[in-house]
């Protein structure tokens, strides 16, 4: 870009208005208008009550798409597979086999303790019985995306994974997206955009299979209809516009910085991007590279930094951890001097890039990790998308009579406590020789 480009928040971050850093740190988008919300209800339930049908006449009505099926033939799926280039379809499967490594290690083990000598308590992992995987398809289509959610739902052990992505023109997801879903090992796939695909994915129709969990980013739309069924399913952690937020001390490279910034905002206009490094100077190089690295979707860029982007000063790191801990950035990079030592000072962000050539792009793609992050200060109470969210967990417990008999009193005491006293005649019982048990 030859113009200059305009950041909305600059300066040391200690002379910061509050109200300039309460922005920043909340920065919710608007999946809560009251508009977004209404529509989003109205479709959640005319998909319930009309099941394929709604899904058919919304397609029409929202995707200009005249749907004569709503699955997607597994020949497609292998066509485009084979249609792809093949520089693009070798760079997928890299991917994949990352995934599968890094999420297999990641996936959870049985777990047996014994709390007192007689007494086994047991937590097992058991896979989800059915997934879905939204792919968006609105401004581009994201292929990562789709084996984000599939692959590690795959590891699992999930039996069904079904990936719902808005139909084109010829009634069909995307190629790139369909060939996504062959190479990640889907078993399902539907042309269904949008909040009615939340719909159809949570409630079941005709067609569509209802599942146990729903993964994958979305617009607007789709967050709020993932908000308004997380009663009736589980799912991944809440999601908006893509963020960063890079600390750098004084051998950071302004450009480096500059180039991690202008990745996110590309996103989306309503990406936040924040940069926290050390000292006047190098705040005011970072700004100025940001004219220089910027190679495309320059409107979308200057859009993103001018409403929500931040290009700070401190004094030391030491200023960085607690603005790092209120903001819990989707992403956070370190570029500092010693990124492994600075690392337990994070405990607040979706996942952190340590180091100069730890490009959060490698992160988005291939590393192995997940995308799929908790986002709008959410990674405070929220993890990245992993194995986790594709099992659930059966927890067992065996007691010995004789443990049982030594338990029997002050388990009956703290029942009676509570006013519970058919409980407490249960426990009571195995104090008793030859009573409680099975003779």
């Known amino acids: 870009m030859s113009n200059a480009l305009s950041v909305r928040f600059t300066g040391p971050l200690r002379a910061l208005p509050a109200t300039a850093r309460r922005e920043i740190v909340e920065r ?17 339930a005319r998909v319930k009550r009309e099941g ?19 699955e997607v033939p597994r020949e497609a799926l292998e066509e485009a597979r084979n249609a792809i280039d093949p520089e693009v379809r ?44 939204y792919a968006p398809g609105g401004r581009a289509a994201y292929p990562s995306s789709v084996l984000m959610g599939v692959v590690p739902a795959r590891v699992a052990g999930v ?22 879903a062959a190479i990640g090992g889907a078993t399902r796939v539907f042309a269904i955009g949008g909040a009615q695909a939340i719909a159809a994915l949570a409630f ?23 908000r308004q069924i997380a009663g009736n399913v589980g799912i991944d952690a809440p999601a908006g516009p893509s963020e960063i937020l890079v600390i750098g001390d004084d051998t950071a490279n302004p450009e480096h910085v500059a180039r991690e910034l202008a990745a996110q905002a590309e996103h ?31 409107e979308v860029v200057s859009a993103s930094l001018s409403s929500r982007g931040a290009v700070l000063s401190i004094e030391s790191l030491e200023e960085a951890w607690p603005f790092a801990a209120d903001y819990a950035a989707e992403h956070l990079m370190l570029l500092v001097r010693e990124p492994q030592a600075t690392l337990p000072k994070i405990r607040h962000a979706g996942t952190v890039f340590l ?44 007691v010995t009579r004789e443990a049982a008999a030594r338990m029997a009193g002050d388990v009956a005491v703290l029942a009676e406590a509570e006013g519970l006293r058919n409980h407490a005649a249960a426990a009571a019982a195995f104090s008793l020789p030859g009573a409680g048990g099975s003779r």
């Open 90 to 133: 070798r760079a997928l499967e890299r991917t994949r086999a990352n995934l599968e490594t890094v999420h297999g290690a990641f996936i959870p083990r049985v777990i047996e303790i014994e709390s007192e000598p007689g007494i086994l308590v047991g937590r097992r992992p058991d896979p989800l019985a059915a997934v879905g995987v």
């Open 204 to 226: 079941g129709t005709e067609s569509v299979p209802r599942v146990d969990r729903i993964v994958g980013p979305g617009n607007a739309y789709v967050a709020e209809a993932k």
């Open 268 to 298: 989306d206009p309503e990406a936040s991007c924040v940069a926290l490094v050390v000292g006047d100077a190098l705040a005011a190089q970072v700004s100025e590279a940001l004219t220089r690295v910027v190679v495309d979707r320059g």
């Open 28 to 44: 919710a988008r608007s999946q809560e208008d009251v508009a977004v919300t209404r529509v989003v209800g109205q479709i959640l």
């Open 159 to 180: 039996p069904e994974i079904v990936v719902c992505s808005p139909p084109g023109k010829n009634g069909l997801p995307s190629q790139v997206v369909l060939a996504a």
């Open 52 to 70: 394929d049908a709604a899904l058919v006449a919304l397609a029409r009505e929202l995707d200009r798409a005249d749907l004569t099926k709503l």
């Open 355 to 398: 180091g100069d050539g730890s490009s959060v792009a490698f992160g988005d793609y291939m590393t192995g990790a997940n995308h799929v992050l908790p986002t709008a200060g959410a990674g405070r109470s929220f993890s990245g998308l992993s194995t986790l969210d594709f099992v659930r967990f059966t927890t067992y417990q065996t």
